[in-house]
């Protein structure tokens, strides 16, 4: 609900980030784009040379390169919000440049991760069009849920699953179909095709040059670590302990962003791979800073509200809590409900 002395700091903290810190920096930008690219690049070429001197070579260079994978996507994440240049149609480019990289179609994307920024934490609010890693059920909801209905979420929701199967599937296959439905339909899945277009001229492109089976052995373990890391950076921005869901009528911007998005405190190499994208309450707070200006926004928060921090290790372990306790007013794992007896 609303707390007018966080309000009225809320705006002096806007008013303090202008017109420095919300905006692009052109050269910033460019400078991100190389320290980005050009480093995974030289990863996928030396992943490749390694195939005959050993797979296990090739694996291990596979987790710095899904870092950097990590960090492309972030790019395409600030062109989506129009915070990484201040022309629209630099930002578009740019943003449909990464996702054949990361194989996230990028206006369809963008779309959807507009409206997540709309209400996000809000219980009256987690319909389909809001991915599965930025809403969970109530307590009295699952209990409501028949014996076969508990253990069906029990398995969507279970680390293994969430966490490992899931977001290679995803990635992979899911953002190859155009499933939801955004307002601007037809332009959507167009975006879904092209994507999936771009993707197979590159694919077979490597495949001319390196060989099907070379090309499987080295995109596949980047794109799987890359997903997994992700998704979990998605969960853990707003399912941690201590965060907060309210009704549509209790649900105020400013009380979100204090209390419904985390300040994950990575350590400084994850920080960089993830582009700072661990602020999330400030990127909440203002989507049109570019990544690279967030960590100066993070003194300007001690005006505005303590933020919700959480550790590496406090991230992990909240990969365990799936259900919102309306009483307790608390994210809860599956352990500290008393399910009801079978329907």
Request: charged share 15%; glycine share 6%.
């Amino acid at each position: 609900m609303d707390n007018p002395k966080r309000t009225t700091r809320f705006k002096t903290v806007r008013s303090t980030l202008a017109p420095t810190l919300r905006a692009p920096v052109l050269w910033k930008s460019w400078f991100q784009i190389a320290n980005s690219f050009l480093p995974f690049i030289a990863l996928v070429v030396l992943m490749h040379l390694t195939l005959d001197v050993g797979y296990w070579l090739t694996l291990l260079l596979a987790i710095p390169a899904a870092g950097f994978l990590v960090r492309i996507f972030i790019i395409q994440h600030d062109c989506g919000h129009g915070a990484f240049f201040r022309a629209s149609w630099a930002n578009n480019w740019m943003g449909r440049l990464c996702s054949v990289l990361t194989l996230t179609p990028y206006d369809h994307w963008r779309r959807e991760h507009h409206g997540h920024h709309t209400r996000w934490n809000c219980l009256d609010r987690r319909g389909p069009d809001i991915d599965p890693y930025s809403k969970c059920l109530t307590v009295a909801e699952y209990k409501g849920l028949s014996w076969r209905g508990r253990l069906l979420y029990r398995l969507q929701r279970h680390p293994t699953v969430m966490f490992l199967l899931v977001p290679p599937l995803v990635f992979l296959f899911l953002y190859r179909i155009p499933l939801s439905g955004p307002t601007d339909r037809r332009r959507a899945h167009l975006s879904v095709h092209l994507t999936t277009a771009a993707i197979g001229l590159t694919a077979g492109g490597l495949a001319v040059l390196a060989g099907v089976p070379e090309v499987l052995l080295v995109q596949l373990p980047i794109n799987i670590l890359a997903s997994i890391f992700g998704a979990w950076l998605f969960f853990v921005q707003h399912q941690f302990d201590r965060t907060s869901w309210v009704s549509k009528r209790e649900w105020e911007f400013g009380e979100a962003v204090a209390t419904a998005s985390s300040y994950l405190n990575l350590p400084p190499v994850l920080r960089w791979f993830s582009g700072n994208i661990g602020l999330h309450h400030i990127h909440h707070f203002d989507y049109r800073i570019p990544n690279y200006h967030l960590g100066r926004c993070l003194a300007h928060f001690a005006t505005f509200a303590p933020p919700r921090e959480i550790s590496l290790w406090g991230g992990l372990k909240a990969m365990q809590l799936m259900l919102w306790d309306e009483d307790r007013s608390a994210l809860v794992r599956f352990a500290d409900v008393t399910a009801a007896r079978p329907a």
